[in-house]
C-alpha cells in the first residue's frame, strides 16, 4: 500500500513538473498601447474603385463617407518553452470602471523557443460586444487565457 502511495505521489511530481517547467503561458504574452482611432481604409468615395456603372444596385462611391472606428493594441507574444509551440490567447476589452465591454482572440504558430511575435491587433465593428457597448467604451485590453500547444519539431 505505500508503495502504491510513493509511486502515486512520484507520478504526480512528475506531471506537474513536465506541465510547469515552461511556466504558465499567460506570462508569455504582453499587451500594450490600446487606442481608438479612426480607420478609413474601407472609404471608397475618394479611391480610384469608385464605380457606379457596374450592374451592382449600391453606390460605389457613397459607400462610406465617414471612418469607421477601431480600437487598435499592440501584442507580443515570446515562446519562453523548450520546443516550437503555438499559441492561442483570449482577451478582454473593459470599460474606464473596469467592467467587462467585449472578446477578440490572437495567435501564434510554430514560434521557435526565445522567438517573439509581436504585431497589432484591434477590435472592430465586427467584434460582438456586451450590452450594445461601443468600441469608444474600451479603455483597457487585459490578456484573459492562454493556451500553448508544444509542437513535436
Known sequence: MAGAAALLLAGGGITWWALTRDGDPIDH????????????????????DCDDTD????????????????????????????????????????DEDGDYVGQTYIGSTHL??????ADES???EYTTLEDDRELS?????????????????
Not at 38 to 46: C, E
Open 55 to 94: 450592374e451592382f444596385d449600391y453606390n460605389d462611391c457613397d459607400y462610406s463617407d465617414s471612418e469607421d472606428e477601431v480600437y487598435e493594441f499592440v501584442y507580443k507574444i515570446t515562446n519562453k518553452g523548450d520546443e516550437p509551440a503555438n499559441y492561442s490567447v483570449v482577451l478582454n476589452a473593459f
Open 122 to 124: 484591434e477590435f472592430d
Open 137 to 153: 467604451d474600451i479603455k483597457s485590453v487585459k490578456v484573459a487565457y492562454v493556451e500553448r500547444m508544444a509542437l513535436a519539431n
Open 29 to 48: 504574452v504582453e499587451i500594450s498601447g490600446g487606442k481608438l482611432v479612426a480607420d478609413d481604409s474601407d472609404s471608397y468615395s475618394d479611391s480610384e
Open 112 to 117: 521557435a523557443p526565445g522567438k517573439t511575435d
